[in-house]
C-alpha cells in the first residue's frame, strides 16, 4: 500500500527563519451549562457572581467567576450582581500570543480585587497603562458581543 503525500502546501511568509502561513479553522460547539447567566449578564451591563446559599457556610462572600456549587460545602449557590468598580491587583502583558488569543499583542492582560468577593477577576485593561492597585470600573461590550468573557474588560476609574 502507497498513500499518496497530502496536496494542501502552506504559504511560505519568509523563508529564513522558514515562517508558513497555517491558517486554521475548526468549529468548537461550546455549552456555559450553569455559568451561562454570568455571560447574559454582561449583555445587561452587569457582573454576575455567586454567593453559597447555605446559613451553616462561613463563607459569605461572592464566587467570582460564578460557581454553581459552593466550593466549600457544594451547597446550591445564589446569583448576585457584584460591584463594577475596582483595584487592579497584578498585570502582565502577552507578547506573542497564540493562534487562539484574541486580544491585540500587548494588550494588558489584569487581575482585578473588587471588594467582597473571594476570588480575583481575570481580565483585560482596555484603557490606559495597567498599575498595581489602580482604581477601575467594568466596561462591556454590549455593541457586537462575542458571548465570551471578552465583553467584560476595565478602565481606569
Request: net charge positive.
Amino acid at each position: 500500500m502507497s498513500i499518496e503525500w497530502p496536496s494542501a502546501t502552506l504559504e511560505v511568509v519568509q523563508q529564513r527563519p522558514l515562517t508558513v502561513k497555517n491558517p486554521k479553522t475548526w468549529p468548537h460547539i461550546h455549552s456555559y451549562g450553569g455559568w451561562g447567566r454570568f455571560f447574559a449578564g454582561l449583555q445587561e451591563r452587569k457582573i454576575l457572581a455567586t454567593r453559597c446559599a447555605n446559613p451553616r457556610c462561613e463563607e459569605k462572600r461572592l464566587w467570582l467567576p460564578p460557581r454553581c456549587e459552593c466550593p466549600d460545602c457544594w451547597h446550591a449557590m445564589d446569583w448576585v450582581e457584584a460591584p463594577q468598580r475596582g483595584r487592579l491587583y497584578t498585570w502582565s502583558i502577552v507578547k506573542y500570543p497564540g493562534e487562539l488569543f484574541k486580544l491585540p499583542p500587548d494588550t494588558p492582560l489584569i487581575s482585578v480585587e473588587l471588594d467582597g468577593v473571594c476570588t480575583k477577576v481575570m481580565s483585560w485593561l482596555k484603557e490606559g497603562k495597567p498599575e498595581i492597585g489602580m482604581p477601575v470600573r467594568a466596561v462591556f461590550n454590549t455593541q457586537r458581543p462575542t458571548h465570551t468573557i471578552l465583553d467584560l474588560a476595565w478602565v481606569p476609574a
